[in-house]
């Protein structure tokens, strides 16, 4: 299993608050059990393709293996996680990723192991991983007070870092001794004993109504349409994936690098991924520290420019000990932009959407983690290791110094909770629910003409709210004979789409948004729904028609 979270935002609570909470506390040890397990799994995938000398590409391809399932499944996840029970659903995927790797261990033990195979084990071991990415970030969340979200993020960034720095050296240390096998066997082994700390946990709540429940596929675009439509999360994901991209070539060819350039095995591999890792846990302790001194664009920047700077360095590096040195700061680095990021995205989502929406940023992270493991492999396949590494160090630099004209917007905008206006109309069809339907919704303000350019500038403000939270359509339009009467139209998916936006989907920011345009105005007529009439395609045939 593996996530990634991080710290937020400044707070005044201590960043080991969540660890006196003992649910809190048994979950963290799991994960961090089981994400020792995933990465000793990696090292032993990774390794086994370096003493069968394959290629870089093919290499590089564990990592796009067990990327690309993110990219293809993490989306529905989000919905899913969004409507059932997440401890259910955490449980069942730890039971099938621990069957998975059970006979992958098997199959490596009596020789039958290919790299085919070790490819497509991978992938679906990815598949687990991508079901329940979005349910595990979001059921963190379940276990712990809003105040306390941005240390809880930074303790599950703690742990995810700590078992790079343990995995992987532990893995290193067995490897000669037990064989690879046995790592498969023992990630198993973690996978069973998280399924074990999970369901020592409350029952989660799914997070959708009943009502909305029932329409729960219609959603699965509703995290896409979130983000597509919050300039500050857009940002985010662009930042992200300047970085990524470039970045990754450290974790899809260092097993290759340590072998083939520096002339190391299983142990001193390692090594290597504990010195990075050990960065990456100093990292996160000084990183709330950090935060408070530096604003999170200019600590990306300062980031980005020292793991491009770390590259170059593995690049030129012709010893051990210089490559464990670089990869000590460049761990740190990584840490500060991946964990930074996941963790300001958490803080600003709302509650509605927050699974969904972080199946975006999970799928956009392991869509640039899979092309960039292929996209360097082949790379180190034409140009070799060193050079490819340059190549890539040089890349980050360059994107960090773009991402200088491209800061992160403000996502301190107050509380989440979403803020419920009032009652809806009971609308029912011949005594039956409406069914799932769009709904089209009319609000008409008069708007003195001293005031209109102020208006129209905050009714930019409340498309964006009203497209964010649920609406498929949004328009304004002008009385053609009464120049001071403005109406607003937008449409919704369904009725229970717009009772759900009405009453769970509105955060304080928002509602102050709609406040703030209808102040301007001196009248705001009362809300009108307009539903959907059936016609039939082909009405009965008149004479002269």
Not at 93 to 110: C, W
Not at 355 to 363: D, F, I, S
């Amino acid at each position: 299993m593996t996530t990634t979270a991080a710290t937020a935002t400044p707070s005044p609570v201590g960043m080991w608050a969540p660890l006196h909470r003992p649910v809190f506390r048994a979950v963290w040890l799991a994960a961090f059990i089981a994400n020792i397990g995933s990465w000793m799994q990696t090292v032993g995938a990774q390794w086994l393709l370096v003493e069968r000398h394959s290629s870089s590409l093919l290499i590089s391809l564990v990592q796009s293996a067990s990327s690309l399932p993110v990219l293809l499944l993490v989306i529905p996840a989000g919905v899913v996680a969004d409507f059932v029970d997440k401890r259910r659903l955490l449980v069942a995927a730890q039971g099938v990723q621990a069957s998975i790797t059970a006979v992958l261990a098997l199959l490596t033990a009596t020789g039958r192991m290919t790299p085919e195979l070790i490819l497509a084990f991978t992938f679906l071991l990815g598949c687990g991983a991508a079901v329940q990415l979005p349910a595990y970030q979001s059921f963190i969340s379940d276990l712990l007070p809003r105040t306390e979200l941005g240390q809880g993020a930074a303790l599950s960034s703690l742990g995810v870092n700590l078992a790079r720095a343990v995995g992987p050296a532990v893995a290193g240390l067995l490897v000669a001794p037990l064989g690879v096998p046995w790592l498969f066997a023992l990630n198993a082994v973690s996978f069973l004993l998280f399924a074990a700390a999970l369901l020592t946990t409350p029952r989660t709540a799914p997070s959708a109504a009943p009502l909305v429940r029932a329409a729960s596929w219609s959603s699965l675009g509703a995290g896409a349409h979130y983000v597509e439509h919050s300039p500050a999360v857009r940002r985010i994901l662009l930042r992200l994936v300047l970085f990524a991209v470039p970045a990754n070539v450290l974790w899809a060819l260092l097993a290759p690098l340590a072998e083939g350039r520096l002339g190391l095995g299983a142990t001193g591999y390692g090594i290597l991924l504990g010195a990075a890792g050990a960065g990456a846990v100093a990292g996160a302790v000084l990183l709330p520290a950090v935060r408070t001194r530096v604003s999170p664009s200019r600590l990306l920047t300062l980031s980005g420019a020292v793991f491009g700077l770390g590259l170059v360095g593995l690049a030129a590096a012709s010893t051990p000990v210089v490559a464990v040195l670089v990869l000590v700061p460049t761990g740190m680095a990584w840490i500060a932009v991946i964990a930074g990021l996941n963790a300001t995205t958490q803080a600003f989502l709302p509650d509605w959407v927050r699974a969904r929406a972080l199946a975006v940023y999970q799928m956009v992270l392991f869509a640039s983690f899979a092309g960039s493991a292929a996209l360097w492999g082949a790379a180190a396949n034409q140009l070799g290791l060193g050079s490819t590494f340059l190549l890539a160090g040089v890349a980050l630099l360059v994107t960090t110094v773009v991402g200088i004209w491209l800061p992160l917007r403000r996502t301190d905008v107050g509380d989440r909770a979403p803020v419920a206006l009032g009652v809806l109309p009971d609308v029912t069809v011949l005594g039956v629910p409406l069914p799932d339907d769009p709904v089209e919704i009319v609000l008409r303000y008069r708007v003195a003409p001293e005031q209109q350019d102020e208006f129209l500038q905050a009714m930019g403000d409340v498309r964006t709210s009203r497209l964010r939270t649920g609406a498929t359509t949004w328009t304004l339009l002008r009385d053609a004979v009464d120049a001071e009467q403005l109406v607003e139209r937008f449409r919704v998916a369904s009725w229970a789409d717009h009772r759900d936006q009405h009453d769970r989907r509105l955060t304080p920011f928002d509602h102050q948004v709609v406040q703030r345009a209808a102040a301007l105005a001196q009248d705001v007529s009362p809300a009108t729904h307009l539903l959907v009439v059936p016609v039939p395609h082909h009405p009965r045939h008149r004479p002269g028609t």
